[in-house]
């Protein structure tokens, strides 16, 4: 997982998302779909249109990180509402990497 304080904010943007965009895109997308400033620290998450990859944007001080992870099998549960964004703990990110249902903990 990425090294990050237990008080960074974590946003992640309901919806899909167009998984060919590189740094520049998503902090675009960050700016516009978030209205969030993407140097602030905080972490961002896109997941692509099948659900199986998501990639992270992330400011560690000195400049954007971006990740991405791809499931072998199933998919990221992400969770749908009207505003657009869902604001997690590093808990519940850490299970949404791993696969598993926040709201039902068990491996999909």
Known sequence: MIPQPTSTRIFLACGV???????DG????????????PHSGALF?????????IKLLWFDG????LFSKR??????????TATGTV???SAQVSMLLEGVDRRRPERT
């Open 17 to 23: 998302n167009n998984m060919r965009k590189g740094f």
């Open 26 to 37: 998503l902090a675009v997308l960050v700016k516009q779909l978030l209205r969030e400033k």
């Open 45 to 53: 998450a896109f997941r692509s249109k099948r659900g199986g990859l």
């Open 62 to 65: 000195q400049g954007l990180c």
């Open 71 to 80: 499931m072998d099998r199933g998919r990221f549960v992400w969770p749908v």
């Open 87 to 89: 604001t997690l703990t």
